[in-house]
């Protein structure tokens, strides 16, 4: 599904049998590290989307304030529920940038749309089910954590999406395969025909 011109989907995981626990990873270009340090290569920021019940788009709108305002790159991990928007962030930002960070989402959250929304900020190192937050984000928020490679990333050429489709096995086809070659069969040696084993006669029979 596309969710914004700003943000790339990576991947969808469903709800499970409870129906609950959906998420979505996303990416988006970054420029900035995490302390709002310009970076010397072009990057990929990959962060997760808690849904609560079917996606809140509210929450895509908010993200892309946050890209606008430039205080992305801590995110790790958003889940809104009940008019709060529980934001983890990396470890990495330090104490000299983390206020700045904590106030432009404490004025982008309560714009959310219809609505007011209070956002909370816990460090992604202590995100576990027992952290202070709501049902969904402690039994749920801890696994995309852990099962995802979240944060920014140098992007590389590896990182095309068709590699897969302009492998040269998929345009020149696969290198024909040799086929076995026979062993030469030996041949006979010289006066052997006409030699029997005569030991190997029954010897019930009876000439």
């Excluded at 599904?1 to 996303?26: K, N, Q, V």
């Excluded at 995100?127 to 969904?136: G, H």
């Amino acid at each position: 599904m596309i969710y914004s011109r700003l943000l790339y989907t990576e991947h969808e995981h469903p709800h499970d049998e409870h129906g609950e626990g959906a998420y979505t990873i996303f990416s988006t270009q970054q420029t900035m590290d995490g302390n709002s340090t310009p970076l010397s290569a072009v990057s990929l920021q990959k962060f997760a989307v808690l849904w609560e019940g079917r996606p809140d788009t509210r929450v895509i709108d908010l993200i892309e304030k946050g890209i606008i305002k430039g205080v992305l790159a801590p995110v790790k991990l958003l889940h809104a529920s009940e008019g709060t928007l529980f934001i983890a962030y990396d470890s990495m930002l330090d104490d000299r940038h983390y206020e700045g960070f904590v106030n432009a989402w404490a004025d982008i959250a309560p714009g959310a749309l219809y609505d007011c929304w209070t956002a909370i900020f816990i460090v992604d190192l202590k995100v576990t089910n027992r952290v202070e937050s709501c049902r969904l984000f402690r039994n749920y928020a801890p696994e995309i954590l852990e099962n995802n490679v979240l944060g920014i990333t140098e992007f590389t050429s590896d990182m095309f999406l068709f590699w897969d489709e302009w492998d040269p096995e998929n345009i020149f086809g696969s290198e024909p395969q040799e086929e076995p070659q026979e062993e030469p069969q030996e041949e006979p040696q010289e006066g052997s025909e006409g030699r029997y084993d005569f030991d190997s006669f029954d010897d019930d029979i009876k000439f």
